[in-house]
């Protein structure tokens, strides 16, 4: 399995910017899927954006329009652009991968992300 390793997180006032980071230890071309999830304390984790092969990405309801997902093949990197974030973008960020449809998943550590004024 690929391990993966987020970085970018941190705080942020609110409408501010972040863009995080997933560095993968191997070749991402191949993969089936690449996301981001997050969990907030107290609720589960949830889908924020995930690119399957080069299809056009989903985006959960909550951030579409505000966070962009893109990869870069040549980095083995996939990235998570924030933008207009809002206090109840506050969670832990998890990177996932999914070499096949039916496959078991990688997940990173996860990075914190805050927005408070």
């Known amino acids: 399995q690929v391990q993966l390793v987020e970085s970018g997180g941190g705080w942020v006032q609110p409408g501010g910017s972040l863009r995080l980071s997933c560095a993968a230890s191997?070749?991402?071309?191949?993969?089936?899927?690449m996301g981001w999830y997050r969990q907030a304390p107290g609720k589960q984790r949830e889908l924020v954006a995930r690119?399957?092969?080069?299809?056009?990405?989903d985006y959960s309801d909550s951030v579409k329009g505000r966070f962009t997902i893109s990869k870069d093949n040549a980095k083995n990197t996939v990235y998570l652009q924030m933008d207009s974030l809002k206090p109840e973008d506050t969670a832990v960020y998890y990177c996932n991968s999914l070499p096949g449809p039916f496959a078991l998943a990688s997940w990173g550590r996860g990075t914190q992300v805050t927005v408070s004024s």
């Open positions: 191997g070749s991402i071309f191949s993969i089936y899927a």
């Open positions: 690119i399957i092969r080069d299809a056009k990405p």
